[in-house]
């Protein structure tokens, strides 16, 4: 089983010069070894099978890779040997790095999702390095023993579990200090099995990730998001504007960076230990929560420009996603459904299971007929049978009703029958 703890670091002045500038040649080595893998792939990528016989081809050179680009490391230090002060594992992990993002660019990651082209990193963009091991015991007291950095100060608010031992230790530089974060893993303890309980009438609960609440379940539970996000965006706001004002590389500005990234911190912060409470609540009340699927990219995407006959543009709800992009982006919703609620169920042995939301607000919970609902309307009131409710817990009703096995069917309008009628009516 593995365990990750993060513990708050106290670093001599010594020891943060020292951190400060293995981070920046760190930094350096990661763009130029990153430089050297656009390259080659700039002057290479042709295919080299439609190439006439006839014609001299210079000798293909390597592409960079992971062996390769550690190989470099030595004639690194040799040429300039400031680099022989950062510990061999952390440069090495440097190099790990590059490969890891030049992997995803290309590759993906397991569930083949690529992410997009490494970027260069700039000044104080560069911010973690790892120690992939460290001594058997490397607590000493209130201290933690770093390989060349020595004994570091640290506050220990909580011990290391018995039986865990330490894999690697990574120290970020963060806006309120620096932090070490220790992968901590035990063979013995199993990774927690998977838990299958069969979703019942009883035991299970439809959660619906709302606008006007963050979350609204089918029990009528309901939890409003704070909106601190918004509040200290007033805030941050505020001191953009003045950020922007401020000379750039003066004193004056930097602390104000890095006030601003302090507010960052704490907003991320309160959110984070908000959703946790938030999470156990919810399981508190079933043992099994349907949510539905959310697609981050889904959400975020533009609206279809819409046109009259004569070309005038039209209102398509852009302005009023907009609004829902913000709220959505402020509370968080789809970390809070993907990574935290599936997290503390696991702890709690419990199950969250993932529901397909299609339809889940254009259709009544109770006689599954057809209601269609704008963004706007806040209220489902059924024609068919009369049933008034929130528009939310309504949802909320609804996906557990898909997630116990009920299938919605979605009638769209195909636009074939909808020219014929309207020929009709003309
Ligand atoms: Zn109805």
Redesign the pocket.
Known sequence: MLLAYQYKLLPTYEQRCRMDKWLDMLRHQYNYLLAERFDWYERNRCSINACPLLCHLPKLKEPPNYYSQKRSLVPLKQEREWYKDIHAHVLQDMVKRVELAFARYLKGDSKANRSGKPRFKGKGRYRTFTFPQLSAQPFMGNRIALPKLGKVKLTQHRPIPDGFFIKTASVTKKPDGWYVQLVLEDVSVPDAPSINIVPTEANSMGVDAGLEYFVACSDGFTNESPKFLRKAEEKLAKLQVKFALRKKGSKACRKLGQRIGRLHQTIARTRRQWHFETAGELLDRADVLFVEDLKVSNLSCRCKPKQDEEGRFLANGQSAKSGLNKSFADAGVARFLNEILPYKAEKAGKQVIKVNPAGTSQH?A??L?R?SKQLSDRWHS?P??G?ELPRDVHSGMLIKKVGLGVRLTIKRESRKAGEARALSVG
């Open positions: 009544c109770k006689c007929k209601v059924c068919h049978c049933v």
